[in-house]
């Protein structure tokens, strides 16, 4: 058991990081944070902020010989920076685990070879293999393999013809073509698993998505408890094949009311912020938890939540990303009750940038459902 005070190891400053630094300190930790943005979020509370590329090795060796044990809070840590690292001190999850989740193909291959449910899909190295897919495919979505996030690196494609123009246009990086699936809606399950094999969920969450990016997040999801369970043991499945350890996201799809895989994400999951305030652990504190060997705590979430994400573009007079950069009106989100408001300190807001989330709890979902969404339509979120 890694015990306080030790020094952990975080490789990434976004706002995930952010909360795991929060979480730690909480415990008596203390954090140093690797991200190459002097102004990320976690660098700014962070014991020390190593302000270095995630292949700088002489960072990687300070951290590996002033820390007692690394995690991740983003997916595109590359895989020998944390192979490299593992030579000097425990590293979770494990970069064969982090391989498999940052890479579309790898992640779909997985998914096919372990029996887990997913859509149809197929791996898109050249021009050729759009031209051998299965015509069932389409309209189908051209995603790249690699460091796509936020519906970005994405395109929807009718046809075979617009699949290979999108191919080109993504400079010809490999691709998974996925069949666009009529969604009935989205849910996720975020786990924790120590490195026994002990796994802890958190209750099934319920997504919802505006222009590619999570708007909305429903916990428990509105949907039977059936499903919810199912969601649950197939996220708990893709933990154990994986060996994984740490907490992960699993995203995804009901469509005709069964559950697909979407994707998976080998850290801390925007759909799990709401754990933070409605539940009596957080899942940053479980991923304290399985990175030092401390016992996971078995969730108890004591209220339904709400959770909204507030983007970049809500810090433009017209909502949208145009006209005069201004600070939101706050004092809005503060007037409704139960509401908690976390900016994460980013100092500058594009649209699309996740700059920060509310979470409404309370004591029935419907109820609080109402409240988020008038708090989300009063502070200037609109839908069209
Ligand atoms: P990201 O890494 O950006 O989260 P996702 O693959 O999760 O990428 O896609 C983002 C969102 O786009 C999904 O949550 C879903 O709403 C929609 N989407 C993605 N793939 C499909 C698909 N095959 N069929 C229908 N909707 C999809
Ligand atoms: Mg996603």
Same mark, same amino acid.
């Given at each position: 058991?890694?015990?306080?005070?030790?020094?952990?190891?975080?490789?990434?400053?976004?706002?995930?990081?952010?909360? $795991?630094?929060?979480?730690?300190?909480?415990?008596?930790?203390?954090?140093?944070?690797?991200?190459?943005?002097?102004?990320?979020?976690?660098?700014?509370?962070?014991?020390?902020?190593?302000?270095?590329?995630?292949?700088?090795? @002489?960072?990687?060796?300070?951290?590996?010989?002033?820390?007692?044990?690394?995690?991740?809070?983003?997916?595109?840590?590359?895989?020998?920076?944390?192979?490299? &690292?593992?030579? $000097?001190?425990?590293?979770?999850?494990?970069?064969?685990?982090?391989?498999?989740?940052?890479?579309?193909?790898?992640?779909?291959?997985?998914?096919?070879?372990?029996?887990?449910?997913?859509?149809?899909?197929?791996?898109?190295?050249?021009?050729?293999?759009?031209?051998?897919?299965?015509?069932? &495919? $389409?309209?189908?979505?051209?995603?790249?393999?690699?460091?796509?996030?936020?519906?970005?690196?994405?395109?929807?494609?009718?046809?075979?013809?617009?699949?290979?123009?999108?191919?080109?246009?993504?400079?010809? /990086?490999?691709?998974?073509?996925?069949?666009?699936?009529?969604?009935?809606?989205?849910?996720?399950?975020? &786990?924790?698993?120590? /490195?026994? +094999?002990?796994? *802890?969920?958190?209750?099934?969450?319920?997504n919802r998505h505006r222009n590619g990016i999570l708007d909305v997040t429903i916990a428990p999801a509105q949907a039977s408890a059936c499903l919810r369970d199912n969601a649950q043991e197939i996220a708990e499945r893709i933990a154990d094949?994986?060996? #994984?350890?740490?907490?992960? +996201?699993?995203? $995804?799809? @009901?469509?005709?009311?069964?559950?697909?895989?979407?994707?998976?994400?080998?850290?801390?999951?925007?759909?799990?912020?709401?754990?933070?305030?409605?539940?009596? @652990?957080?899942?940053?504190?479980?991923?304290?938890?399985?990175?030092?060997?401390?016992?996971?705590?078995?969730?108890?979430?004591?209220?339904?939540?709400?959770?909204?994400?507030?983007?970049?573009?809500?810090?433009? /007079?017209?909502?949208?990303?145009?006209?005069? #950069?201004?600070?939101?009106?706050?004092? @809005?989100?503060?007037?409704?009750?139960?509401?908690? &408001?976390?900016?994460?300190?980013?100092?500058?807001?594009?649209?699309? *940038?996740?700059? +920060?989330?509310?979470?409404?709890?309370?004591?029935?979902? /419907?109820?609080?459902?109402?409240?988020?969404?008038?708090?989300?339509?009063?502070?200037?979120?609109?839908?069209?």
């Amino acid at each position: 058991m890694i015990l306080p005070p030790a020094t952990l190891g975080m490789l990434g400053g976004g706002q995930l990081g952010r909360f $795991f630094v929060s979480a730690a300190h909480e415990l008596g930790y203390k954090v140093w944070v690797l991200d190459p943005d002097p102004h990320s979020p976690a660098g700014l509370i962070a014991d020390r902020h190593l302000v270095a590329a995630y292949d700088d090795y @002489v960072a990687l060796d300070t951290l590996g010989s002033e820390c007692a044990a690394v995690t991740t809070e983003f997916e595109n840590v590359p895989a020998d920076t944390l192979d490299y &690292l593992t030579k $000097f001190i425990p590293v979770h999850p494990a970069a064969s685990a982090v391989a498999v989740c940052q890479n579309r193909i790898a992640e779909k291959s997985f998914l096919a070879d372990n029996g887990l449910p997913h859509g149809p899909f197929a791996a898109i190295r050249s021009e050729d293999d759009i031209r051998n897919a299965n015509a069932g &495919l $389409f309209p189908a979505v051209l995603k790249v393999a690699r460091f796509g996030y936020d519906g970005k690196g994405q395109a929807r494609v009718a046809d075979r013809d617009e699949a290979v123009a999108a191919f080109q246009h993504f400079k010809g /990086e490999p691709c998974v073509l996925e069949k666009m699936l009529t969604l009935d809606f989205e849910v996720s399950v975020v &786990l924790a698993r120590d /490195e026994a +094999g002990n796994v *802890r969920c958190f209750p099934t969450g319920e997504n919802r998505h505006r222009n590619g990016i999570l708007d909305v997040t429903i916990a428990p999801a509105q949907a039977s408890a059936c499903l919810r369970d199912n969601a649950q043991e197939i996220a708990e499945r893709i933990a154990d094949k994986l060996g #994984y350890v740490g907490t992960l +996201g699993v995203e $995804f799809f @009901v469509c005709r009311g069964e559950l697909f895989v979407n994707e998976m994400a080998p850290r801390p999951h925007n759909s799990g912020h709401h754990t933070i305030d409605a539940c009596d @652990v957080s899942q940053y504190e479980q991923q304290v938890r399985a990175l030092c060997g401390l016992p996971l705590a078995a969730p108890r979430q004591h209220s339904a939540a709400v959770m909204v994400n507030l983007l970049g573009e809500l810090w433009y /007079e017209d909502g949208k990303g145009h006209g005069t #950069y201004r600070e939101p009106d706050w004092s @809005v989100l503060h007037a409704v009750p139960g509401l908690r &408001l976390h900016l994460y300190g980013k100092h500058h807001a594009r649209p699309g *940038r996740k700059m +920060g989330h509310f979470v409404v709890t309370g004591a029935n979902t /419907e109820a609080v459902l109402g409240h988020a969404l008038a708090a989300r339509a009063a502070i200037g979120i609109r839908d069209e």
